[in-house]
């Protein structure tokens, strides 16, 4: 900035712009808080169905977030902008105070008109006026204004140049819609984008050259800045895709950083997730530098970033910098569409296994759970946070019929096998051979088929594994129920598949949960027909808003039996059903109900179907519990209570039971208000008996046989169903409380019963016989 430039300015044209954008958060305000509690609350609260159901009200979701995203964004331009309107300001008066102590010593400052400027005499001895006393001055003087009106002008300069950068850096992050990265004052973006300046030219070091202490330096600005979008961007762009994996690689190979990992191995494990998730930040940039830096680190999927030009692959170093943290959608499409490349060519198109680990290979992932080797572990990680992006993963095709790969069926029932397509669900769930790795205690690592059950309940749910749907959650939609119904046939198709690694029951069984209503409609055994007046009545028994998994009784009866068997599969499902079923009662007996949402004007038909499916399902699942106990007495089944009252305690930690309305709240039975916040609701009064029953279970000691653990169930489940038609017939008065809880136990205990012989009859050998 030059001395006339500060000198003379005049702020008025900034001080409107900051006025007008005073004004215009005050209106984006008023529109933020239109559209959320307005827009998005009747958007919540609509009784939609099929399309309207998810497109919709994702949209008007969106909408709603992009108005708050407008707001924040005006509000950090018009913080910057006042701050270095307030700045300059300060520099000017700083620039006027300094030239007039100058005139005191007989010095003026000049601009020599190309941005610089000198400091001379202003009134030569010679030429004052006659009985004029100059007042005196030495070089020292010269220099000294020189010097304070150059720093002036330098820090005016910076001032002015930090806010362009800022507020370019601020605009450029969303190349479409608006930003929501929020900034108290210029000083706060710039000192952000200054910081991962820093540290990106810190992590640029040869790794043998980095010390213990700029370790330090770099782990804990990762920690701070992760979630600054400004801090994301920069550091990452400045780091380089190939700087990344290069850092990465380099400080976990012994030969180059075994100084730093002798004293800093311990600690590996932090700065991972602190840089997983900064990078992953970072990918929601569309700044011009990361739309080339996500371009390019898919590129590098399949290329060799190891010494000397060899392994591991950019993947298997990028995949464990993708564990935490929500990734943009875009990027990890397209980097899947890479890593299933790179995988049929390592293995052949799914002939082999791949991504063993040799002895010699450096460990690339420090949470202990596995060694990192296998690049589909740290990728499926990433999908279980970005719902969008694992469904449409998981739909895409790993190979054609028409390719070159062993994968066989019976093409047209004639004995003859031909060639079929695989799905990445199919070829992952089904076909992988998956390498054998350890964990940090030397034990079999289950990292990668567990994360890829936490994939596939972002991508069957629509919202991040390990969380519960909130009221802004989309109902399904028909890729999501697509991926379900071929995870439901998979699992009946082999339930090996899934009780042989259970551990991944906790997931899949909180998907079950959240498809209760296309479970129940499954069960009934009508026949889907749109035409049907029969399929017309299970449609409003149980309504599904959105789209509906289409899923066959016998395959979801060998679901229930095989998610049973784990205790957390099992609490994720009977508390889930408990509390549908609770639901389900309040809305079917409610008088208000509109005629063309009723099932039937019978409230005892109307207790009877809901308790007899709601008993089978109950059934089953203690079919499963019971094979898991199996014939001696033990303590298992305290595993199982314990992981049901554990269940209280996730549930109520956000948004959880079963509170809503109409069609989008009864069709889901995760969505609505936290456990308690529906005092005197049939559901509370459910949950409540749930619970209080694990909890006495639990902490009892007596050894049970999984026979005994079955028949306390069958009491168990038809009380619990007596008291929540009881407690729906009190709450609507709408029929006699004794009939209605007589007719709900009776249902409730033959439902539960039939489950053995319907599963028996379906899946014949699967239970272990009792004598």
Do not use: C
Request: proline share 3%; charged share 25%.
């Amino acid at each position: 900035m030059d001395l006339d430039a500060l000198r003379f300015a005049n702020f008025k044209l900034l001080d409107d712009a900051i006025e007008d954008w005073t004004t215009m958060i005050r209106n984006l305000k008023d529109l933020e808080e239109s559209a959320d509690k307005g827009l998005r609350g009747a958007a919540n609260k609509a009784n939609w169905a099929g399309f309207n159901a998810t497109v919709s009200k994702e949209f008007i979701g969106k909408t709603a977030g992009e108005f708050k995203d407008a707001h924040t964004q005006a509000e950090s331009i018009r913080n910057i902008l006042r701050d270095t309107r307030g700045e300059l300001a300060g520099y000017q008066t700083k620039l006027n105070d300094a030239i007039d102590r100058g005139l005191k010593k007989n010095l003026t400052v000049v601009s020599t008109g190309d941005g610089g400027f000198t400091v001379t005499m202003n009134i030569h001895p010679d030429r004052a006026a006659k009985g004029t006393t100059v007042p005196e001055h030495d070089a020292s003087d010269v220099t000294a204004l020189r010097d304070e009106i150059q720093k002036i002008l330098n820090d005016a300069t910076e001032s002015d140049n930090s806010a362009n950068k800022v507020l370019q850096a601020l605009v450029d992050q969303s190349r479409l819609g608006f930003s929501d990265a929020g900034y108290k004052d210029r000083d706060a973006a710039a000192n952000a984008i200054k910081e991962a300046e820093d540290l990106a030219d810190l992590a640029k070091k040869k790794p043998e050259d980095i010390t213990p202490e700029e370790f330090d330096k770099l782990n804990a600005g990762l920690k701070k800045y992760a979630n600054d979008d400004l801090f994301a961007a920069e550091f990452a762009t400045r780091l380089g895709p190939r700087g990344t994996l290069d850092f990465w690689t380099g400080i976990n190979d012994p030969h180059r950083a075994r100084e730093l990992g002798s004293q800093r191995v311990d600690h590996y494990d932090e700065l991972q997730k602190n840089l997983s998730m900064t990078l992953a930040n970072a990918t929601q940039s569309d700044t011009v530098g990361m739309t080339e830096w996500k371009n390019k680190m898919v590129e590098m999927v399949d290329k060799p970033v190891g010494r000397n030009g060899g392994f591991p692959l950019g993947a298997q170093v990028m995949g464990n910098l993708m564990r935490w943290g929500d990734y943009d959608d875009r990027f990890l499409n397209s980097y899947g569409d890479k890593l299933i490349e790179t995988e049929k060519k390592f293995t052949s198109n799914g002939r082999h296994g791949a991504w063993q680990r040799t002895g010699a290979d450096p460990l690339l992932n420090r949470t202990g759970t596995d060694s990192g080797w296998d690049p589909m572990t740290g990728y499926l990680k990433a999908l279980s946070n970005s719902p969008d992006a694992a469904t449409e993963f998981f739909n895409g095709t790993f190979v054609t019929k028409d390719e070159d790969h062993d994968f066989t069926h019976d093409t047209d029932g004639d004995g003859k096998e031909g060639r079929k397509t695989l799905s990445n669900f199919d070829y992952l769930f089904e076909e992988r051979d998956w390498p054998q790795d350890a964990n940090s205690e030397g034990d079999e690592s289950i990292a990668g088929r567990n994360n890829l059950a936490l994939a596939l309940e972002a991508a069957t749910t629509g919202h991040p594994a390990g969380e519960l749907p909130t009221i802004d959650t989309p109902p399904h939609n028909a890729d999501q129920t697509k991926l379900m119904e071929s995870l439901v046939a998979s699992v009946a198709d082999d339930p090996k598949r899934l009780t042989e690694h259970s551990y991944m029951s906790d997931s899949i069984g909180q998907i079950t949960s959240e498809y209760l209503p296309d479970i129940n409609r499954a069960m009934s055994d009508v026949e889907r027909d749109a035409k049907s007046d029969d399929w017309r009545d299970i449609e409003r028994l149980y309504p599904v808003a959105g789209s509906e998994a289409a899923l066959q009784h016998a395959d979801v009866s060998k679901l229930l039996f095989a998610v049973g068997q784990n205790p957390e599969g099992y609490a994720a499902v009977e508390v889930g059903q408990k509390a549908y079923m609770g639901k389900l009662m309040e809305y079917h007996l409610d008088p208000g109900l509109p005629a063309n949402q009723r099932f039937s004007d019978d409230e005892e038909l109307v207790v009877r179907h809901i308790a007899g499916r709601s008993g089978e399902v109950s059934g089953t699942l203690g079919l499963g519990q019971q094979e898991a106990i199996g014939k001696d007495a033990s303590n298992k089944d305290k595993e199982y209570e314990h992981s049901v009252a554990q269940r209280k305690n996730w549930i109520s930690g956000g948004f959880g039971t079963v509170v809503g309305v109409g069609v989008s709240f009864i069709a889901t039975p995760w969505v609505g208000a936290v456990v308690g916040g529906g005092v005197g609701t049939v559901t509370s009064v459910v949950l409540e008996s749930v619970f209080q029953d694990a909890e006495g279970h639990a902490v009892d000691d007596a050894k049970k046989t999984g026979g005994q653990v079955w028949q306390e169930g069958l009491v168990r489940n038809s009380t619990i169903t007596a008291d929540a038609a009881q407690a729906a017939a009190e709450k609507h008065q709408s029929a006699d409380t004794g009939d209605a809880a007589t007719w709900a136990r009776e249902s409730s205990r033959q439902g539960y019963i039939n489950a053995r012989a319907i599963l028996d009859g379906q899946a014949p050998g699967s239970m272990t016989p009792y004598s």
